[in-house]
């Protein structure tokens, strides 16, 4: 433990840098290096909380009617337009149920032209008349069910997108209630995550709030649209919602994290060249007195070209940052003009 203290020790001095010769003592030549002063300022002070990219516009299709699946025209990642066919059910009962009622509605239409005759010559009544003509309806009413009920044998795409499932396969039995496949437009993204209730109150709807994406390096700017009215009991979470805009990068399922703003605080910076590591330690170099003197120092995050300084310097003092990783502590430095 001793020897630690005095490594961090001389880690934390200025100590002349000199060598010995037989005719006296001869010192380095000055380095020419180039400076900055270490900063204060404020920083927006933010807490992480992590969420995924989802679709805006997302749908499970499935059939309206029975049947068996007689084709499924869409792969996997296929685009699809809106109203494009995705499946055909195959539905014979239901055709033969059009047959039906288009048979009846042909009976149907004979008994009133029969029926409207009858009454042209007075043979009939009004009321009678009236009876025919009400069943003629109804028949002509059963073919536009049966002819509606026909068109759901065919499935198509509710809006343009990508398909992202497929849940499945010809063959298999159709039924509402069972999804064939899932839809969603990727142009239209949005990353949802839940907030903690500690942090809920920093947060309202418009607000822009920066959002990064895992393996992105350029940070997003996403606008809060939707905050859930209630927790969740198990969670104690509130979902949150944020639009984004329109990225041919981005997938939906990637991870990231939404930066929950919490206030300003105090914080020193200088510039990150200024920082020089040395195994597990961090190391800056302050000049004094045209020597460049070692520090240890503890950084915090990157803000820009500039990084934070949690220990170690204090605000006004000089840093070198061209050339301080080939520097000695206590070695005679000239400061560039």
Same mark, same amino acid.
């Given at each position: 433990m001793a020897a630690t203290g005095i490594g961090l020790g001389a880690l934390t001095g200025?100590?002349?840098?000199?060598?010995?010769?037989?005719?006296?003592?001869?010192?380095?030549?000055?380095?020419?290096?180039?400076?900055?002063?270490?900063?204060?300022?404020?920083?927006?002070?933010?807490?992480?909380?992590?969420?995924?990219?989802?679709?805006?516009?997302?749908?499970?299709?499935?059939?309206?009617?029975?049947?068996?699946?007689?084709?499924?025209?869409?792969?996997?990642?296929?685009?699809v337009q809106a109203g494009e066919e995705l499946a055909v059910i195959d539905a014979q009962e239901i055709r033969a149920r059009l047959d039906q009622?288009?048979?009846?509605?042909?009976?149907?239409?004979?008994?009133?032209?029969?029926?409207?005759?009858?009454?042209?010559?007075?043979?009939?009544?009004?009321?009678?008349? =009236? +009876? !025919?003509?009400? $069943?003629?309806?109804?028949?002509? %009413?059963? /073919?536009? @069910?049966?002819?509606?009920?026909?068109?759901?044998?065919?499935?198509?795409?509710?809006?343009?997108g990508l398909v992202t499932r497929k849940l499945a396969e010809a063959g298999d039995l159709g039924a509402p209630g069972r999804?064939?496949?899932?839809?969603?437009?990727?142009?239209?993204?949005?990353?949802?995550?839940?907030?903690?209730?500690?942090?809920?109150?920093?947060?309202?709807?418009?607000?822009r709030l920066t959002v990064r994406i895992a393996h992105h390096a350029e940070p997003i700017t996403g606008q809060v649209v939707e905050i859930a009215p209630v927790a969740d009991p198990n969670s104690r979470t509130f979902l949150i919602k944020l639009d984004l805009p329109r990225n041919p990068h981005l997938r939906t399922g990637q991870f990231g994290r939404v930066?929950?703003?919490?206030?300003?605080?105090?914080?020193?910076?200088?510039?990150? =060249? +200024? !920082?020089?590591? $040395?195994?597990?330690?961090?190391? %800056?170099? /302050?000049? @004094?007195?045209?020597?460049?003197?070692?520090?240890?120092?503890?950084?915090g995050k990157e803000h820009g070209t500039d990084r934070e300084i949690l220990a170690g310097l204090v605000a006004g003092e000089t840093v070198v940052v061209r050339g301080a990783p080939a520097l000695r502590d206590g070695q005679p430095v000239e400061v560039e003009r």
């Open positions: 200025c100590h002349s840098d000199h060598r010995e010769r037989a005719g006296g003592e001869i010192q380095d030549a000055p380095v020419s290096v180039q400076v900055a002063r270490v900063e204060q300022g404020r920083h927006q002070a933010v807490e992480d909380v992590v969420g995924t990219v989802r679709a805006k516009t997302r749908a499970a299709v499935e059939p309206k009617v029975s049947g068996r699946i007689a084709e499924l025209r869409v792969a996997l990642g296929q685009q009622a288009v048979a009846l509605r042909e009976q149907a239409n004979g008994d009133l032209k029969r029926a409207q005759s009858l009454l042209d010559q007075k043979v009939s009544t009004a009321q009678e008349f =009236e +009876a !025919v003509q009400a $069943r003629f309806r109804v028949a002509e %009413a059963a /073919v536009k @069910e049966a002819e509606t009920m026909l068109g759901y044998t065919r499935v198509t795409a509710p809006f343009g999804p064939l496949l899932e839809l969603e437009d990727p142009q239209l993204l949005r990353f949802e995550a839940d907030v903690p209730e500690a942090l809920i109150e920093q947060i309202k709807l418009g607000d930066s929950i703003p919490l206030g300003e605080s105090p914080i020193l910076r200088i510039p990150r =060249e +200024a !920082v020089v590591p $040395r195994g597990q330690l961090e190391l %800056a170099f /302050v000049v @004094e007195t045209n020597r460049a003197c070692l520090r240890l120092v503890k950084t």
